[in-house]
């Protein structure tokens, strides 16, 4: 199986990513002519491919869904193949990320990567054709043999309806869904090997006071003596949350809601970081 790299095909990217005798390739969705001339420069010789043809994109929480127009995705894998590129598309089934395996992604800012990985692939979630499936067969068809077209798409999934029965109180009894462990300072998410944590501590201090943390990887909320105080989002790059007084049952849950799979933030922990403070006071 011979070894590849694969970059944006940009100048610095494919100089720093490459490595001499592994044949380079890129990744790319749009102006393919260019992309392929800058890969062509940095790999003189062998055959050029686009490694990720990205033929749609994926969704962060609370943004908008998506989608790349069938003609302009048909056009750009048209001209790949009529230049004789070779072409692996990304995605052609994009489907679900189940649990939690979303991901998130942080170019200044962190957004997390919803359930639904659908793409605005050739096929959708649920493994059907769509128009931009078509679009790319009858591309393909005029440079390879094509298979035949499916006869129908899959019927709709079986639907159900169930009772919901009384919500489990998250507060009332944390036992049921975890272990206490004791700890003199803050823990990450990673040294208690969870993705949500409950943390506790009582509070002792006149008056109103200032809750802060160094920083929130990725969401936490705040409760007082069960009451909800209000949430420290880590999108928001929120750092300190007013309490209604300062003295009572402290309680915290902390989610992972993904972890960053792109960047320089690859494989950092979770959870609440720095000194997490009462006014002045460490707790």
Partial sequence: MPLVTVDQP??????????????????????????????????????????????????????????TGVEEAAAELDTLLASGASVNVYMFHGGTNFGLTSGANDKGVYRPTVTSYDYDAPLDEAGNPTPKYHAFREVISRYAPAPAAPASTA??????????????RLLANPSSWGV????????????????????????????AALLTVGEVRDRATVFLDCDPVGVLDGER???????????????????DQGRVNYGFRIGEPKGLFGPVQLGSELL
């Fill in 10 to 67: 940009a100048d610095e990217m494919l100089a720093a990513g490459g490595l001499d005798g592994v044949l380079r390739t890129g990744s790319f969705g749009s102006r393919s002519t260019d992309r392929l001339r800058t890969l062509r420069a940095h790999q003189p010789s062998g055959p050029l491919m686009c490694m990720e043809f990205w033929d749609g994109w994926f969704d962060h929480w609370g943004g908008p869904h998506h989608t």
């Fill in 237 to 255: 790059q929120d750092r300190a949350i007013m309490l209604p007084r300062g003295r009572g049952r402290l309680e915290i849950v902390v989610e």
């Fill in 180 to 207: 206490w462990s004791d700890h003199e300072s803050m823990p990450s998410l990673d040294e208690l090997e969870a993705r949500l944590a409950l943390f506790r501590t009582d509070i002792d201090v006149e008056g």
């Fill in 155 to 168: 019927a709709p999934a079986p639907e159900y309806c169930l009772a919901l029965g009384e919500p489990v």
